[in-house]
Structure formats: structure tokens, C-alpha cells
């Protein structure tokens, strides 16, 4: 029996590496250095065990690994998804630990973090900043798994990444509340890999996980350098993908500024549509204000219009800036405006003395500089401030750097504060090298003056 087994797993092996050949799915000469040495160890209906002949042959198959299982599916007409694990000899654990059937599980233990059901589509206010994020996430919410996938929306924090994801969940389960939806952050994600990795329930979480419907992943930023959890999300995102399940996930950068991010990972993410969010405009942050005030049980009428328009010009980075600004405008009403009456202008700029980032003498603010130059070169704020370096973005962002300490009273180290959290020394930098090449370049002079002139007209 033993023989017949070896001799079946042999040629399956075989056979697997002509399918791979024959099918173009990998080169010839990979198959022949890194795939022949090794050997098919064992199979069952949930996973195969390949034993690789060295280091190196071994970490080839395993960036490989959705290219060996989706093979072998094909390969065997199966109706699932194979784990595929690899090991060299020495790594082997028995062969009944290899062999085991996945056990039951209980639910509890992977359930999904909550879903808050007052975060949609309809109180999600949309402007030039956001709508290409919202249309993307609302086309994904009517048909999960057919357009993008994943979704990847990126953005610095507090600009509705998470509304957005949140939105999907709900409009899926209004739609059908049979349907299974997963909402977690990076972090808990891994914690429940090591959880179930030490509580020897890392297969269960796997075949949990392969029944959702949709997935919804906050921050994944945080996943850099955690391999075992990358390995894991990776088995996990290929079985979701390949059976048509949406994927949605939100990030402070864009997939290829993830540093610690595995290449495969980088690339799939890539694949989908990553679109970015950014700080809201005037219109759309007095939109953002008014439907927060309204939230929170009060009339727009209860509050100078002048007022509003301070809050939202000047507390517009992102709506949780908008959120504390009314806060303490709010608190401040309450406990030195005697009269009870509507909010007035005085009580805003009391309440919000020396809060906002604006110059006495221009009434400008580094994201108002940082939009002008982003709208000249054709870029994002996002883009200026991220940490991208290719020579167009990084122009722009010494400008709007220059210009910040051009126009406004403000120190280097909270200029730097507004890109990103650059110490002083990068901002003195970007400073001087704008007036060297102001002094050496004139068509580069004219257009920061040009720039300038429509800042400050």
C-alpha cells in the first residue's frame, strides 16, 4: 500500500509540473532548478505537503504557493481551494500532525469586529476629495466580487476610509443579511493569527475565513513585517479573490509605500483599484460640518454662519479636526455664553484661539498652500505629503514647503507636522533648495511665483 501511495504522489507530481510547464505558467527553467528536486509528500482533501530539497527551493514554492494550489485544483477537477504547505526534511512535523483533519471549530473564537450601522453611504458627504473613492466603494457594495477587487482606498487618517468601508458592510447586509461579512483592523488580525496559531487553530481560522462574503481591512499598513500573518492573509485573499469574494481594505499610503510589505502582496493589491481620498475642500468640509451639528441634534441656524465658515476653512485636514473644532466650540458655548442664544462668531474664535494653523497676516493655511500647488502640478495632497520621492512630487512638495514658510507665521517644525510628520532639518532643507533653484532656474522661479500670486490673490 505504501508503495502504490509513493509511486501516485510521484506522479502527481510529475504531473503537476508538465500541467505548470504546459500551461505557461511558469518558466521552463524555474520548474527545472527549484520544482524537480522536490517531491509531493502528501495529500488530502484539504491540503498538500510539498518537501523541498533546500533552503532555496523552498522559498521559491512557498512565494508560489497559489500558483501550486490553483494548479493542482485545476489538475484534479476540485471543487476547493488546497493549503499548500512546504518543508524541507529536518522541518517535517509527524506525519499524523500532517495528516489530521482540520478540527470544528467554534465560531466565537474569529468572529468579526463590530460594524457600526450608522456609518453609510447616505451620511457619507461626497466632494471633489472623495467621490472617486465613493463611487468605487458604492459600485463594490451593489455587486461585491464584480468590478474591483479588491478595493484599496488610501488616504491619512480621519478622511473617511473607514466610513467607507463601514458603508459597504452595511449596504451588503441591508441588501442580503445572510451574506457574511468580515470587518477587521491589521492589528486584530494579528493577534488572532498568533492567537490561533498558539491555540493550534490556525486551519480552522482559515476555512472560517474562506466563507466570507465579503472582507473588510482597516489599516493594513500594520501588517508590514509580520510574515506569519502575511502568509496566512495571502492563503486567505487568493481563496476570496479566486471564488469571487470581495475584498476591501484602507491604508495611510499607497500599496507600493508600504514598506515590510511582501512583494506578492504589493502586487496583488496593486491589481485591484487603489484610489485615494483626500482633505476635504471649503464646500466640502462645511457640508461635513452641518451634517455633524445636525448629528448631534442642533440647527444650523443655532450657529453664526461666519462662524461655520471659520470652523470649516480653518480645521479642514480631516473631519475628526472638524469633529473636535465644533467640540470644543460647543463646550466653550455652553460655559461662557451666558445667553443661550445662537453660537455666535466672538464665542468660535474664543473658543478656537490659537488652534487652527492660519497667519494673522495672510489668512492662509499650509493646506490651502499645499491644494494650490497640488492643483498647479496636477497632483493630490495626498501625494505631496506622502513619502513618494519621484522627482515631479518631490518638486511640489518643496515648493509647498517654501511657501508654507513663506507665507505663513508658523515654525519648521510644524510645517513638518503638516507633511507627514518630517522633522525640521528635512523642512530647512526643502526651504533652501527652493532658493538656490529660484536663483538658478528662472522658468522654475516663475512658477513659484506664479503659484504665489494665485495663493495670495
Known amino acids: 500500500m505504501s508503495i502504490n501511495r509513493d509511486q501516485y504522489l510521484a506522479d502527481l507530481w510529475k504531473n503537476l509540473l508538465d500541467y505548470i510547464i504546459t500551461n505557461r505558467i511558469l518558466e521552463p527553467e524555474i520548474i527545472t532548478n527549484f520544482y524537480e528536486p522536490c517531491s509531493l509528500y502528501e495529500l488530502t482533501d484539504e491540503k498538500a505537503i510539498i518537501l523541498a530539497s533546500n533552503i532555496v527551493s523552498k522559498q521559491i514554492l512557498k512565494s508560489q504557493s497559489d500558483i501550486i494550489g490553483n494548479s493542482l485544483t485545476e489538475l484534479l477537477n476540485l471543487d476547493h481551494s488546497l493549503i499548500v504547505e512546504i518543508y524541507q526534511k529536518s522541518e517535517l512535523p509527524s506525519h499524523s500532525e500532517l495528516t489530521k483533519p482540520i478540527p470544528l471549530y467554534d465560531e466565537s473564537d474569529f468572529l468579526s469586529m463590530p460594524i457600526q450601522k450608522d456609518r453609510t453611504f447616505d451620511n457619507f458627504v461626497v466632494g471633489d476629495c472623495n467621490k472617486e473613492s ?55 488580525f494579528v493577534e488572532t493569527v498568533v492567537n490561533a496559531i498558539r491555540d493550534n487553530k490556525i486551519d480552522a481560522f482559515k476555512q472560517y475565513m474562506y466563507s466570507v462574503d465579503l472582507l473588510l481591512v482597516d489599516d493594513i499598513q500594520f501588517l508590514a513585517g509580520k510574515e506569519k500573518s502575511h502568509e496566512v492573509f495571502f492563503t486567505i485573499y487568493n481563496e476570496l479573490v479566486n471564488n469571487g469574494k470581495q475584498i476591501c481594505i484602507a491604508s495611510d499610503r499607497q500599496p507600493k509605500e508600504i514598506k515590510g510589505l511582501e512583494d506578492r502582496l504589493i502586487s496583488r493589491f496593486s491589481s485591484g483599484l487603489p484610489v485615494g481620498i483626500d482633505s476635504p475642500e471649503f464646500e466640502t468640509s462645511l457640508a461635513i460640518l452641518q451634517m455633524k451639528i445636525k448629528q448631534n441634534g442642533y440647527g444650523i441656524d443655532e450657529v453664526d454662519q461666519e462662524g461655520l465658515s471659520y470652523i470649516a476653512s480653518n480645521f479642514s485636514g480631516n473631519v475628526r479636526d472638524l469633529e473636535g473644532a465644533w467640540n470644543r466650540v460647543l463646550f466653550y458655548a455652553i460655559q461662557f455664553q451666558q445667553d443661550g442664544g445662537a453660537i455666535r462668531f466672538e464665542t468660535v474664535m ?47 512638495r518643496h515648493i509647498s514647503i517654501y511657501l508654507c514658510r513663506q507665507l505663513l507665521d508658523i515654525s519648521y517644525i510644524k510645517i513638518g507636522d503638516e507633511f507627514g510628520g518630517r522633522d525640521h532639518s528635512t523642512i530647512m532643507s526643502a526651504c533652501s533648495k527652493v532658493e538656490k533653484q529660484i536663483i538658478e532656474d528662472q522658468v522654475f522661479a516663475n512658477a513659484v511665483n506664479e503659484i504665489k500670486a494665485q495663493i495670495i490673490s
Open 134 to 188: 465613493h463611487a468605487a466603494a458604492l459600485a463594490c457594495a451593489i455587486n461585491p466580487g464584480k468590478f474591483f477587487n479588491p478595493l484599496f482606498i488610501y488616504g491619512n487618517s480621519g478622511l473617511g476610509k473607514t466610513h467607507l468601508l463601514m458603508a459597504i458592510a452595511n449596504h451588503v447586509l441591508n441588501a442580503d443579511p445572510n451574506k457574511k461579512v468580515y470587518y477587521t483592523e491589521s492589528l486584530k
Open 350 to 396: 474664543n473658543a478656537l484661539k490659537n488652534q487652527a494653523v492660519v497667519s494673522d497676516k495672510t489668512g492662509l493655511s499650509p493646506k490651502k498652500i499645499i491644494k494650490a500647488v497640488a492643483d498647479y502640478y496636477g497632483l493630490t495632497r495626498q501625494q505631496i505629503t506622502s513619502k513618494t520621492r519621484t522627482k515631479n512630487i518631490a518638486n511640489a
